[in-house]
RNA sequence: GCCGGAGUGGCGGAAUCGGCAGACGCGACGGUCUCAAACACCGUUGGCCGCAAGGUCGUGAGGGUUCGAUCCCCUCCUCCGGCACCA
């Protein structure tokens, strides 16, 4: 690297990322500039969140591109004046740990916190500017006791509930399986391969339709449309009727039974002409007549193996076994056949439906396959009231209305809609209704790394049942010495120590729960916990709550759109009711990045073997390059295929930056003759113009999160700069302007080399050490964002023939003039008439010709 | 299958109130420096035709609206995320 023949270039020293990094790090630390004082009045608040990681060992690159660019926000946001908080932990109970702990033989815990413990010294190494102070790491007895708490506030309140579920079984492994755990299109066990089935549990639920419609509510809130529409579909509202059916008698059935159905079609009840129920249904085995009944059996099994993706699905063909009973139709008496399907879902609606072929595309197809009769009820402007039926006829056109439908035939479609479900109503046969798709909520799990749901089954008689654990003996804490035994299970329930208790109703023999809570509830409520991590009278700091509260910005993945995000609007909304927060709403305004891949396209984990692993890139490179590298690869909101293509690029910008700040007067050997001949001012006034339009753009850039393109600018200004090094421009107060801007331009992006040029640009100038993230951000001049003449491109017939270049401001005539007064466009317009000139203001003209004569 | 998103040079991508397609970077090619190489710096780089001037095609495929479409509409293809016990 030390070539005599170069003795320009030994003048500096080299950029050098693996010194220079640690040292900032390390000064930042002791200033403790990162620790945010939450009580501070001067500046306004801004709550910065990023999705929390789930501790999995080590970091790999998609750590940085979720956290990297949000640290860039949070320095940019405090060089603007707001006082950022911009907290990190873990979400550290799950699956995974389980796994590793059945493999290794170890406690979760112990495996868990070793991988906390080196993923914090990989995010250090990121140099972003996390509140390590303010660090929650859920799997703590300190954090899961608030679970607990919020648990007991919710049964209270009726808002958490037992009811039977059914969940994933292996029979050989004796535990209940996740999804992912349930593999192939014949779905067994992922450790065994036996076929997995279906088991009924009382379970914990907590009720999520209960805020249904306030969850539909997204005004005032700051997010894609994607997700709240993903969101809105989740939970799925439709407005119809429950329609009351009632079983025929039969020689095995007494008959006279309530059938309800949910539909969101009452309008078409003359069309029904069978009903389906779900396999699930609690009337099936009753209804089931005695010579079906080895062939009902039979279907219900086989669709309690099946997952409800493959029912749902419309590309499969329908499946299904009548009962051998009937339903009365309640509009007009008559007896329909009841069949079961598993298309029809038990937790969806009443776990019914009537079926109405002609005017439903499942039923439909069922009818088709089933060759059941397909009546319609309902036609259109035009349509003969018998035309045949060749698919289902969904509502054409506002002009529908009803055929063959008793006293209703001849009304529209939502006339008959009303009056149906009103006569129903007025006889008792029915009633207007809503149904969601959202479900309440299943948070138990049984497994063993979770927080323990504190209830006690009292086991004196008389039993006092389900005792809740009173608050002063929370938390009810998992067990140091669980084991999980070869034979499976959940360990919680061979754990004497834990399971053996009091009740604390009564002070006799108790039992306690084994289930666990889903690890969404953990989330749910973290950004709270943030505020006051070790507060010990209660979760959450209402002062803080109040102050802090809502989360400004949110950042995470789209994979996070539903769910998670779905379960922490609900458990705000809760927490408000009961008076615990004051805000409805926990995140105002939301991003999501998108996601990094692995080389071969796929998701990055390690049992596929295509993890990058960032300390290998850092340690070569460093991490401003890391960082810059994932910010340049694309919109943040894309993600992609990971590939280190193009990181020499980012890295050689950098170096540009440092050559043109520490040597501005160097000469590369294979410079051209270089701008001499330009008159210094003129260049200096045009470096200056550069670098306010580009701090214009980049402070602008940074409101859509568009690191992409900020990089980009940046590197346009450089290179500018770089073709001034060495020539009279350099040194001038227009370069120190234009250098200055950009090292604050670089600052949120890659604040170490910032720092340190910073800092040396300072010592030069003998000015006493001031960080450059303390800088206040600038604002572009406004004189110089105005150009003095514009290249505007002209058309003729939509296709570019030439550019004039005019004065800003010019009056459109004389534009005109000037367009039709070039010479290509003169030659273009050779034979032709012009038919009109379409000018838009500024931005180009466009002369419509057609050939003459 | 259903819901949501994305397809632009050899590669990552830029440009969307409908107005110069390909900014910036990688790679490639040529040059300066060097005994040489590496580094660094300068230049060229969508395809086709042309010595050039220039022409022409071109934003997943096909159609439509418009003076003008990467952008809006319709149909289709491919890939990614989610589908309730991965987090």
């Known amino acids: 690297?030390?070539?005599?023949?170069?003795?320009?270039?030994?003048?500096?020293?080299?950029?050098?990322?693996?010194?220079?990094?640690?040292?900032?790090?390390?000064?930042?630390?002791?200033?403790?500039?990162?620790?945010?004082?939450?009580?501070?009045?001067?500046?306004?608040?801004?709550?910065?969140?990023?999705?929390?990681?789930?501790?999995?060992?080590?970091?790999?690159?998609?750590?940085?591109?979720?956290?990297?660019?949000?640290?860039?926000?949070?320095?940019?946001?405090?060089?603007?004046?707001?006082?950022?908080?911009?907290p990190i932990g873990f979400d550290a109970f799950g699956l995974p740990a389980e796994n590793a702990a059945i493999k290794k033989g170890i406690h979760p815990s112990e495996w868990t916190l070793k991988n906390i413990e080196n993923m914090r010294r990989q995010l250090r190494s990121m140099g972003a500017t996390f509140d390590w102070d303010a660090e929650v790491v859920t799997c703590t007895p300190e954090y899961y006791r608030w679970n607990q708490w919020i648990f007991l506030r919710l049964l209270e309140a009726g808002l958490a509930y037992r009811k039977m579920a059914a969940v994933d079984w292996c029979p050989k492994c004796v535990v209940v399986l996740a999804r992912e755990q349930v593999e192939g299109v014949d779905r067994v066990c992922w450790r065994c391969s036996t076929p997995v089935v279906k088991r009924d549990l009382e379970q914990w639920f907590f009720?999520?339709?209960?805020?249904?419609?306030?969850?539909?509510?997204?005004?005032?809130?700051?997010?894609?449309?994607?997700?709240?529409?993903?969101?809105?579909?989740w939970i799925g509202r439709s407005e119809g009727a429950e329609v009351v059916f009632r079983t025929a008698a039969e020689p095995?059935?007494?008959?006279?039974?309530?059938?309800?159905?949910?539909?969101?079609?009452?309008?078409?009840?003359?069309?029904?002409?069978?009903?389906?129920?779900?396999?699930?249904?609690?009337?099936?085995?009753?209804?089931?007549?005695?010579?079906?009944?080895?062939?009902?059996?039979?279907?219900?099994?086989?669709?309690?193996?099946a997952s409800e993706i493959d029912r749902l699905s419309t590309d499969r063909e329908k499946s299904g076994v009548a009962l051998g009973a009937h339903a009365i139709n309640p509009v007009n008496g008559e007896r329909i056949p009841i069949w079961i399907a598993d298309y029809v879902l038990a937790t969806y609606?009443?776990?019914?439906?009537?079926?109405?072929?002609?005017?439903?595309?499942?039923?439909?197809?069922?009818?088709?396959?089933?060759?059941?009769?397909?009546?319609?009820?309902?036609?259109?402007?035009?349509?003969?009231?018998?035309?045949?039926?060749?698919e289902a006829w969904i509502a054409k056109s506002a002009e529908d209305r009803l055929v063959a439908s008793?006293?209703?035939?001849?009304?529209?479609?939502?006339?008959?809609?009303?009056?149906?479900?009103?006569?129903?109503?007025?006889?008792?046969?029915?009633?207007?209704?809503?149904?969601?798709?959202?479900?309440?909520?299943?948070?138990?799990?049984?497994?063993?790394?979770g927080t323990p749901i504190p209830v006690v089954y009292c086991e004196a008689q008389p039993s006092c049942g389900i005792v809740p654990v009173p608050d002063d003996q929370l938390p009810v804490r998992l067990p140091d010495d669980f084991r999980y035994r070869p034979e499976g299970g959940n360990p919680l329930e061979t754990t004497e120590s834990f399971l053996r208790t009091t009740c604390p109703g009564c002070g006799g023999a108790g039992r306690r729960e084994t289930d666990t809570m889903d690890t969404f509830v953990d989330s749910s409520w973290y950004w709270w916990r943030y505020l006051t991590p070790h507060k010990t009278d209660g979760p959450i700091d209402t002062a803080l709550e109040s102050r802090w509260c809502s989360v400004d910005q949110y950042t995470g993945g789209a994979e996070?759109?539903?769910?998670?995000?779905?379960?922490?609007?609900?458990?705000?909304?809760?927490?408000?009711?009961?008076?615990?927060?004051?805000?409805?709403?926990?995140?105002?305004?939301?991003?999501?990045?998108?996601?990094?891949?692995?080389?071969?396209?796929?998701?990055?984990?390690?049992?596929?073997?295509?993890?990058?692993?960032?300390?290998?890139?850092?340690?070569?490179?460093?991490?401003?390059?890391?960082?810059?590298?994932?910010?340049?690869?694309?919109?943040?909101?894309?993600?992609?295929?990971?590939?280190?293509?193009?990181?020499?690029?980012?890295?050689?910008?950098?170096?540009?930056?440092w050559t043109i700040l520490l040597d501005p007067h160097g000469r590369e050997a294979g410079d051209a003759g270089g701008p001499e001949s330009e008159d210094p001012a003129a260049a200096g006034l045009a470096l200056r113009r550069a670098a306010h339009r580009t701090l214009a753009a980049v402070s602008q850039d940074h409101e859509g999160f568009r690191w992409n393109t900020i990089v980009a600018k940046l590197m346009e200004l450089t290179n500018l700069l770089m073709r001034h090094r060495g020539t009279p421009v350099a040194g001038t107060p227009a370069w120190d302007e234009a250098t200055g801007l950009l090292l604050v331009m670089l600052a949120p992006l890659a604040p170490h080399i910032a720092e340190e040029l910073w800092s040396r640009r300072l010592a030069e100038a003998g000015t006493p050490w001031r960080s450059i993230h303390t800088e206040p951000w600038p604002a572009a001049d406004p004189a110089l964002l105005v150009a003095d003449e514009i290249d505007l491109p002209v058309q003729v017939n939509g296709k570019l023939r030439d550019v004039v270049r005019i004065a800003p401001g010019t009056p459109e005539a004389e534009v005109e003039a000037a367009a039709l007064a070039s010479a290509k466009i003169r030659a273009n317009l050779e034979g032709m008439t012009v038919v009109k000139v379409i000018h838009v203001g500024g931005r180009l003209v466009n002369i419509v010709a057609r050939p003459a004569g």
């Open 207 to 233: 009720r999520t339709t209960h805020y249904a419609d306030e969850l539909l509510d997204h005004s005032g809130l700051d997010w894609p449309e994607p997700v709240r529409v993903m969101q809105t579909n």
């Open 1 to 86: 690297m030390t070539s005599p023949a170069h003795p320009e270039r030994e003048r500096i020293a080299r950029y050098e990322p693996t010194e220079i990094e640690p040292r900032w790090q390390a000064r930042w630390d002791e200033h403790g500039m990162h620790r945010t004082d939450l009580d501070d009045p001067s500046r306004p608040k801004y709550y910065l969140l990023t999705m929390y990681p789930y501790p999995s060992g080590d970091l790999h690159i998609g750590h940085w591109y979720v956290n990297t660019p949000t640290d860039a926000r949070a320095r940019f946001l405090r060089m603007n004046g707001y006082n950022v908080f911009f």
């Open 560 to 657: 996070h759109a539903v769910m998670h995000l779905l379960y922490s609007r609900f458990f705000c909304k809760a927490l408000a009711d009961l008076g615990v927060v004051r805000e409805r709403e926990p995140f105002r305004r939301l991003f999501n990045q998108g996601q990094i891949l692995g080389a071969d396209g796929e998701r990055m984990s390690k049992s596929r073997g295509n993890v990058q692993d960032p300390d290998e890139l850092v340690s070569r490179y460093g991490a401003d390059t890391v960082r810059l590298f994932l910010m340049f690869m694309g919109p943040w909101d894309q993600g992609g295929p990971w590939s280190p293509t193009g990181i020499d690029g980012v890295h050689r910008f950098l170096r540009r930056v």
């Open 406 to 449: 008793g006293p209703y035939t001849g009304l529209p479609s939502p006339e008959g809609f009303r009056r149906i479900v009103a006569d129903l109503a007025a006889r008792g046969d029915g009633a207007a209704s809503v149904t969601y798709r959202l479900r309440d909520w299943l948070v138990s799990r049984q497994r063993a790394w």
């Open 252 to 305: 095995h059935h007494a008959g006279g039974e309530e059938l309800r159905v949910f539909t969101t079609r009452p309008d078409t009840l003359y069309g029904a002409t069978f009903m389906v129920l779900a396999p699930e249904h609690p009337l099936v085995p009753a209804l089931t007549a005695p010579d079906r009944r080895a062939e009902v059996e039979a279907y219900v099994a086989a669709t309690r193996r």
């Open 349 to 390: 609606g009443t776990g019914a439906i009537m079926a109405v072929p002609a005017h439903d595309e499942r039923d439909f197809a069922f009818a088709v396959r089933f060759g059941l009769p397909i009546r319609r009820v309902i036609s259109g402007p035009g349509v003969a009231d018998d035309a045949p039926l060749t």
